[in-house]
Nanobody, 117 residues
Framework: QVQLVESGGGLVQAGGSLRLSCAAS????????MGWYRQAPGKQRELVAR???????NYADSVKGRFTISRDNAKNTVSLQMNSLKPEDTAVYYC???????????WGQGTQVTVSS
């Protein structure tokens, strides 16, 4: 079992920046993939970014060049640096981890990000 606690959401003006963090309750060394998803009102949850245990990164086309995902195995955290935020980035952001060895997947409770125009 892995508990995930997100922090760092809030209200920011367009063009501003926010940094989201996700703290895991156990070591990240066994976690295959860590990622951030988001869900806007009336829309499906979508992948924002993910980072593999080998540090390969994937980003949604809509955030490439603006968002950066990183993980700190020593601190058991994964972060999402969001720059040049746009109103369309407004959503609830969820932390996600996948442990391939046990075919397990866990979600955080979500943190609200609101970007005003």
């Amino acid at each position: 079992q892995v508990q995930l606690v997100e922090s760092g959401g809030g209200l920011v003006q367009a063009g501003g920046s926010l940094r989201l963090s996700c703290a895991a309750s156990r070591s990240l060394f066994s976690i295959t993939i860590m990622g951030w998803y988001r869900q806007a009102p009336g829309k499906q949850r979508e992948l924002v970014a993910r980072i593999w245990s080998g540090y390969t990164r994937n980003y949604a086309d809509s955030v490439k060049g603006r968002f950066t995902i990183s993980r700190d195995n020593a601190k058991n955290t994964v972060s999402l640096q969001m720059n040049s935020l746009k109103p369309e980035d407004t959503a609830v952001y969820y932390c996600n981890v996948v442990i391939s060895a046990t075919s397990s997947e866990y979600w955080g409770q979500g943190t609200q990000v609101t970007v005003s125009s």
